[in-house]
């Protein structure tokens, strides 16, 4: 069975610009999560998705959008990007939207801005 | 305050040790916990998760203190392929997990 996908595996973009990063979730999974990981921190909870509406939203500026599509499948979007947007994006995915249960995780979007 | 706080390590220990790591949560209302292992430029994937009444899976043993928000993971008989960070999460309700920055492990032969 395929795990979490996430594209494109790595990007680089200038400041300014907007990005746009995708997630397929686990099959049958309809809760999709958003986190941000920079170098020497963990995971910082940016947006959650349940049965496509957003269930809940960190502690991050209004460039920040996201959404889920029917299929479940996941985009995060940045615009005007700042060099301190550079991280790791993780997408995770479960089969509940409680929280409780087991997040699995794809292989993330390393995003540079240069 | 954070709302996880974890050592920041590095651990460095020789094959075969027992090492612990700890973690402070300040959210009272957390339900839900585990520890994720992160090996380098890949991602999170669970350990395990916590209880209460303490959890065991092989070498590996987690255990929980609601009344001081402390949570901690024991490695015995540590293994070269252990090296890697250790993640402590907390879920606060709401559909979001929050973690520590992760203590980093390192097993020399």
């Known amino acids: 069975d395929a795990g979490v996908t996430q594209s494109p595996t790595h990007l680089i973009k200038t400041r300014g610009q907007q990005v746009t990063l995708r997630c397929s979730p686990i099959s049958g999974h309809k809760s999709v999560s958003w986190y941000q990981q920079v170098l020497g921190q963990g995971p910082q909870f940016i947006f959650q998705y349940y049965e496509k509406e957003e269930r809940g939203r960190g502690n991050f500026p209004d460039r920040f959008s996201a959404r889920q599509f029917p299929n479940y499948s996941s985009e995060l979007n940045v615009n005007a990007l700042l060099l301190g947007d550079s991280a790791l994006y993780l997408c995770?995915?479960?089969?509940?939207?409680?929280?409780?249960?087991?997040?699995?995780f794809g292989q993330g979007t390393r995003l540079t801005v240069v | 305050r954070k709302e996880v706080e974890q050592d920041p390590g590095p651990f460095n220990v020789p094959e075969g040790a027992t090492v612990a790591f700890n973690c402070t949560y300040s959210n009272s209302a957390s339900q839900s916990f585990f520890w994720y292992r992160q090996d380098c430029r890949k991602e999170p994937k669970l350990l395990m998760s916590?209880?209460?009444s303490g959890n065991e899976d092989g070498r590996f043993t987690a255990q929980l203190n609601r009344a001081s928000q402390y949570i901690s993971l024991l490695i015995r008989d540590s293994k070269l392929s252990d090296s890697a960070t250790y993640l402590c999460?907390?879920?606060?309700?709401?559909?979001?997990?929050?973690f520590g920055a992760g203590t980093i492990l390192r097993v020399k032969s």
């Open positions: 995770a995915s479960s089969s509940i939207g409680t929280g409780g249960t087991e997040a699995f």
């Open positions: 999460v907390v879920n606060a309700g709401g559909n979001k997990l929050v």
């Open positions: 916590v209880y209460s």
